[in-house]
């Protein structure tokens, strides 16, 4: 069984920062993902990576976020950086086995799901 959990959520005025982390129970082997939902909206894609570290990053986020990983440490991490009011969301960590690499932006592709982190941005 695969458990995620999520953390360094919190709120932050914008232009701030925050890094979120994701911790797999064990699991170095599970290509990674984060998303984000705020209410109201559907969840999107925020950035992915491979277990080799190839990372995916939404255009919504690209060159203010970044993705890398631990695998000795099972875990996932997202550096959020400008941060904007409209990043406001909870934001969930993601993994599966093996994905695709045209896929690691689908939400429909992961196999499990951490309880997410609330993020606040305030203007």
């Known amino acids: 069984q695969v458990h995620l959990v999520e953390s360094g959520g919190g709120s932050v005025q914008a232009g701030g920062s925050l890094t979120l982390s994701c911790a797999a129970s064990?699991?170095?082997?599970?290509?990674m993902g984060w998303f984000r939902q705020a209410p109201g909206k559907e969840r999107e894609a925020v950035a992915a990576i491979t277990t080799g570290g190839e990372t995916f990053i939404a255009d919504s986020v690209k060159g203010r976020f970044t993705i890398s990983r631990n695998n000795a440490k099972h875990t996932v991490y997202l550096q959020m950086n400008s941060l904007k009011p409209e990043d406001t969301a909870m934001y969930l960590c993601?993994?599966?086995?093996?994905?695709?690499?045209?896929?690691?932006?689908?939400?429909?592709?992961?196999?499990?799901w951490g309880q997410g982190a609330q993020v606040a941005v305030s203007s």
């Open positions: 064990g699991y170095s082997f599970l290509s």
């Open positions: 993601a993994g599966g086995w093996s994905l695709a690499t045209a896929t690691m932006l689908s939400p429909g592709t992961y196999n499990y």
